[in-house]
């Protein structure tokens, strides 16, 4: 199966469809970032084989190696990040952004107007991120994690095409 790719500028890395076969080396992504909560391989699973119509999973590589994953449900005007993940090594490179940016296009292309996320509030680092895509606090989730860690929900708003500026 031929699997469409996107260089990511300046990072090495090439950003991907994910498959069922690049399950193994997400999961290991997965436990290492998430250690206290992470997906079980079947839910993985589950998002790749029993969601294709609202669901886009893309995976970063550099050479053979996966790097980082990230996944999207989208349906009707919402979506939702549902993951994003970055080896600690790769972190601070572009690959995280770059993936984001392929799931914010993705949510655009599908007709979402808003994207929503969930972020721990100890991970600073995502939440600046997240800041700098334009997304904005929402509220806090307390307890929401397995560890007993708060969620700040935050929010962003999608340019519509041929909205805006316009003139007729």
Not at 34 to 41: G, I, K, L
Request: hydrophobic share 40%.
């Amino acid at each position: 199966m031929s699997v469409p790719v996107e260089e990511v500028s300046g990072t090495g890395a090439v950003l991907r469809q994910m498959t069922v076969d690049d399950l193994p080396a997400v999961m290991e992504i997965e436990r290492t970032t998430f250690p206290a909560d992470a997906w079980s391989e079947s839910m993985m699973r589950g998002e790749l084989n029993d969601q294709p119509r609202t669901r886009h999973y893309v995976v970063a590589c550099v050479g053979d190696a996966i790097v980082g994953y990230a996944g999207l449900a989208a349906a009707a005007d919402q979506a939702d990040i549902q993951t994003i993940a970055v080896l600690a090594g790769h972190r601070r490179s572009g690959v995280g952004a770059a993936m984001m940016s392929a799931l914010l296009a993705e949510a655009a292309r599908r007709g979402a107007e808003t994207v929503f996320l969930e972020v721990r509030s100890d991970n600073e680092p995502a939440q600046a991120m997240y800041e700098r895509f334009g997304f904005e606090r929402l509220g806090v989730r307390r307890r929401y994690y397995e560890d007993g860690t708060d969620a700040i929900t935050m929010l962003k708003k999608l340019e519509r095409e041929g909205t805006g500026h316009e003139r007729s």
